[in-house]
T-cell receptor, first 111, second 114 residues
Framework: GENVGLHLPTLSVQEGDNSIINCAYSNSASDYFIWYKQESGKGPQFIIDIRSNMDKRQGQRVTVLLNKTVKHLSLQIAATQPGDSAVYFCAENEYGNKLVFGAGTILRVKS | DAGVTQSPTHLIKTRGQQVTLRCSPKSGHDTVSWYQQALGQGPQFIFQYYEEEERQRGNFPDRFSGHQFPNYSSELNVNALLLGDSALYLC?????????????FGEGSWLTVV
């Protein structure tokens, strides 16, 4: 669960395309994972979560995939819109709702 | 249904001063956690309060302290401020403090130390 410095990876997509944001987590004992969206100057906004006994969960326009074998999470956003532009963080729940955040990915949607 | 509310939204302090930040959890939530988010990084866990006691703590010095009140609201105190304490301080609330309950964040308090 180390955070990196100022140079977050960036994903640029065309409006209407699908986006896939990837995340590696560190603790194989983590049992609950959350994706957050953070817009500039705001707090993290809950998008979708998944428990470790699942490998896929779908929401409205979003899908989270969990691969416990390689400790990998992905967030898929269908038909990406300009309002989806933000920084996206995955977080693993290590114990008792203590979250460890990944490095974050900047999503830029081109109109 | 009120979400997580934090105050103040922005503040500027001088090195060596002390600051108190406040948080009201989402209605029905009883667990409050505090996070520090430096520019360009993900939030880092400071500590968590449940039933008015500190239940978990991250790698932060004792200058960072907190409190939870009977109505579940919480304060974060930072003493002897350093320039490096400049960050967005986030409050997160959840129910019961057990894994798997959805965690919601407030909009944060921006602290600048000069």
């Amino acid at each position: 669960g180390e955070n990196v410095g100022l140079h977050l990876p960036t994903l640029s997509v065309q409006e209407g395309d699908n986006s896939i944001i990837n995340c590696a987590y560190s603790n194989s004992a983590s049992d609950y994972f959350i994706w957050y969206k953070q817009e500039s100057g705001k707090g993290p906004q809950f998008i979708i979560d998944i428990r470790s006994n699942m490998d896929k969960r779908q929401g409205q326009r979003v899908t989270v995939l969990l691969n416990k074998t390689v400790k990998h999470l992905s967030l898929q956003i269908a038909a990406t819109q300009p309002g989806d532009s933000a920084v996206y963080f995955c977080a693993e729940n290590e114990y008792g709702n203590k979250l460890v955040f990944g490095a974050g990915t900047i999503l830029r949607v081109k109109s | 249904d009120a979400g997580v509310t934090q105050s103040p939204t922005h503040l500027i302090k001088t090195r060596g001063q002390q600051v108190t930040l406040r948080c009201s959890p989402k209605s029905g939530h009883d667990t409050v956690s505090w996070y520090q988010q430096a520019l360009g990084q993900g939030p880092q866990f400071i500590f968590q309060y449940y039933e008015e006691e500190e239940r978990q703590r991250g790698n932060f010095p004792d200058r960072f302290s907190g409190h939870q009140f009977p109505n579940y609201s919480s304060e974060l105190n930072v003493n002897a401020l350093l320039l490096g304490d400049s960050a967005l301080y986030l409050c997160a609330s959840s129910l019961g403090g057990t894994s798997g309950n959805t965690i919601y964040f407030g909009e944060g308090s921006w602290l600048t130390v000069v």
